[in-house]
C-alpha cells in the first residue's frame, strides 16, 4: 500500500464569477462565447463547487498575488463584456476558490 499521501494530493486554485441564471442565459446567447468555448485555449470554464455553479478560470500556479488576482478580475470582467455586451455586471462578486483534490 502506497502511503505517501503528497503523490495522491493535490490543490489548484479556481477564480471567477458566481454563475447566475441570468448570466448561463446571457452566455448561452453569446456567439463570441461559444466560438472561444470551442477553441479555447485560455481555460475559461463552469465549475460547481459546493452547490454552486461558478464561471472563471483555474490558476496555473498555487501562489498568487493581490495585484495578479486584481489583474485577472480585470480580465475576466472584460471577457464577460464582450460575451455577454447586454449583461448588467457592476453587482457580479469575484469568487477565489481553493480546492484539494485525493486521488
Same mark, same amino acid.
Do not use: W
Given at each position: /500500500?502506497?502511503? %505517501?499521501?503528497?503523490?495522491?494530493?493535490?490543490?489548484?486554485?479556481?477564480?471567477? &464569477?458566481?454563475?447566475?441564471?441570468?448570466?448561463? /442565459?446571457?452566455?448561452? #446567447?453569446?456567439?463570441? =462565447?461559444? @466560438? *472561444?468555448?470551442?477553441?479555447? !485555449? @485560455?481555460?475559461? #470554464?463552469?465549475?460547481? =463547487? @459546493? $452547490?454552486? %455553479?461558478?464561471?472563471?478560470? =483555474?490558476? %496555473? !500556479?498555487?501562489?498568487?498575488?493581490?495585484? $495578479?488576482?486584481?489583474?485577472?478580475? *480585470?480580465?475576466?470582467?472584460?471577457?464577460?463584456? &464582450?460575451?455577454?455586451?447586454?449583461?448588467?455586471?457592476?453587482? +457580479? +462578486?469575484?469568487?477565489?476558490?481553493? #480546492?484539494? &483534490?485525493?486521488?
Amino acid at each position: /500500500m502506497n502511503t %505517501d499521501i503528497t503523490e495522491r494530493v493535490s490543490s489548484k486554485i479556481f477564480a471567477g &464569477f458566481l454563475l447566475n441564471s441570468e448570466l448561463r /442565459m446571457h452566455l448561452n #446567447q453569446s456567439k463570441n =462565447y461559444k @466560438q *472561444d468555448k470551442i477553441g479555447s !485555449k @485560455q481555460g475559461l #470554464q463552469e465549475v460547481h =463547487y @459546493q $452547490e454552486k %455553479d461558478y464561471f472563471g478560470i =483555474y490558476l %496555473d !500556479k498555487n501562489l498568487i498575488s493581490y495585484n $495578479e488576482l486584481k489583474n485577472l478580475e *480585470d480580465t475576466l470582467q472584460k471577457k464577460l463584456e &464582450f460575451y455577454c455586451p447586454a449583461f448588467n455586471n457592476e453587482h +457580479t +462578486t469575484f469568487f477565489v476558490l481553493p #480546492q484539494v &483534490f485525493v486521488r
